[in-house]
């Protein structure tokens, strides 16, 4: 089963198809290895020239490497070594896109002398050959992954080294401030002098705030890569599901006069400049005690609970037109407890019935972001609609929670995990230093972060973990 030793020994030559499973207009068969010039002699026959030369696409047949017979027409690219994507040299086939097409080039590819690849061996390659690290080897697979435009973005911008490059300069700091401490006590007969504690705490500080600044940048990575999570709420029949539906344009969610009408959560994805917004319609929570509550409606109340815990941003819907003050105050306060950081928009709806004129003023000195709106007339709605791309977009620059905005963003689980873990190492050096702990118990805490940032980059990873890694790539990358 492909994918169960991603670490077999690089030496060899492998070839996988790279385009999906099914019926294409081309797909790729990709070869890389030392034997690739071989393999080419054995499987390759250009037309016309007969030879291949790198880096120059030919119109080439893919010949039975047995019995000479003509297996395909395709259009072939040798690029000779170190200068491609594994640094090894390599054969790019684009045949026909057939199953059987494809299947016949590639047993042909293997009966010249590859091997199938395993998951991720060509980009594991790339990583162990060292052309890329392992935040770019990630990004490989974020890219193809990214449900979002924004995620594709900040997974090219991760391609390109930026997180390998930031990590690095921490990591610069950090050896820096450790060969210092290190000095004092490795040489401590000569004449280094003691390095000054405070200078020291002030010096490790500023890396952990560098670390910090990247752990943060991860709520900005999520929204960017999976959305912004917006929950409406409010009194039954204050008007959400109309709100949601005019939102989506489309009438998604049941309308009725009926209070507890939408009993279980839906959520529906909204394009906005280009950012994802989950927006999600709840059964909202009744504050009027004395109408009998349903199980399922019951269920749909706690559901509202649950998804309001998430949220990144929560609009309050409020009816204009029937407004209850102690209604607004408990739902306010049910948000703020449960949906703590998230962005509050209050929407008062029912706008076209008339509103009292002193609610807005009462609303905005609650909070800034009221908005009068109509479900039936559409008032207000490309207002709320502005309101809530500029909200994503802020989100995706600062994570929405006043964080100050990173070029950066940290957006894999494994990373935000990492970096979570060299900033406690270097939390404990800072308060070893200002408890005057000996220098060699402070370098260890040292260590400990150097050796947790090279793992997100790579440079002290183990076995397990790349294969971990590599296993949930795609065959053929
Ligand atoms: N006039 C008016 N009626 C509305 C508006 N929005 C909702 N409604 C009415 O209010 C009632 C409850 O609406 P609904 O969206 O189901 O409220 P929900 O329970 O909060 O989801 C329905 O009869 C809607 O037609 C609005 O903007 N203007
Ligand atoms: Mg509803």
Redesign the pocket.
């Known amino acids: 089963m492909p994918g169960d030793n991603v670490m077999a020994a690089s030496g060899d030559t492998i070839v996988a198809v790279a385009t999906p499973p099914g019926e294409g207009a081309i797909a790729v068969v990709r070869v890389s290895g030392p034997d690739v010039s071989t393999i080419i002699g054995r499987v390759i026959r250009v037309v016309g020239t007969g030879k291949l030369v790198s880096r120059r696409v030919a119109l080439a047949w893919v010949i039975d490497p047995g019995t000479g017979k003509k297996i395909d027409q395709v259009m072939a690219v040798y690029m000779a070594g170190p200068r491609t994507y594994t640094r090894e040299p390599t054969l790019e086939i684009m045949c026909h896109g057939g199953r059987a097409s494809t299947e016949a080039v590639l047993e042909g590819v293997i009966s010249a002398g590859a091997r199938l690849a395993n998951r991720g061996e060509f980009t594991l390659r790339a990583f162990l050959n060292g052309r890329i690290d392992l935040t770019q080897a990630e990004a490989v697979l974020d890219a193809v992954r990214a449900p979002t435009r924004a995620g594709v973005e900040v997974a090219v911008d991760h391609l390109s080294g930026s997180l390998a490059r930031a990590i690095g300069s921490i990591r610069d700091n950090l050896i820096a401030v450790d060969a210092d401490l290190e000095a004092t006590f490795d040489f401590f007969d000569d004449d280094v002098p003691a390095i000054d504690s405070t200078v020291l705490r002030a010096r490790v500080d500023a890396v952990r705030e560098q670390v910090d600044t990247l752990v943060r940048s991860a709520r900005a990575g999520r929204i960017r890569r999976h959305g912004w999570r917006v929950v409406i709420v ?10 949601f539906n005019a939102l989506l344009d489309r009438p998604r ?1 049941i ?3 009926e ?1 507890g ?2 009993r279980d959560t839906i959520e529906e994805t909204l394009d906005l400049d280009g950012v994802a917004v989950i927006l999600t ?1 709840t059964a ?1 929570w009744p504050v009027d005690n004395r109408r009998e509550l349903g199980v399922v409606e019951r269920i749909g109340i706690d559901r509202s609970h649950d998804v309001v815990k998430g949220a990144d941003a929560v609009i309050h ?1 409020v009816d204009g037109s029937g407004y209850s003050r102690d209604g607004f105050e408990t739902h306010r306060m049910r948000i703020s407890t449960l949906a703590f950081g998230a962005i509050q928009v209050i929407a008062i ?5 008339g509103q009292d004129p002193t609610l807005h003023a009462q609303m905005t000195t609650h909070m800034g972001r009221t908005l009068a ?4 007339t559409g008032a207000g709605i490309d207002t709320l609609r502005r309101t809530l791309g500029e909200l994503a977009g802020e989100a995706t620059r600062t994570g929405g929670d006043g964080s100050p905005a990173t070029s950066v963003v940290v957006t894999n689980p494994r990373h935000v995990a990492l970096l979570a873990r060299a900033s406690g190492a270097l939390q404990r050096a800072v308060k070893g230093i200002s408890a005057g702990l000996p220098d060699d118990m402070v370098a260890t805490d040292l260590r400990e972060g150097l050796r947790v940032l090279g793992e997100v980059t790579g440079q002290t990873v183990t076995e397990d973990v790349l294969s971990k890694i590599f296993s949930t790539f795609c065959i053929g990358k």
């Open positions: 409010g009194s039954p029949n204050a008007g959400k599901s109309s709100l969610a309308v009725t006069d209070p009408t939408t319609d909202g819907v709806t029912k706008a076209d019935l709106v109509s479900a039936v």
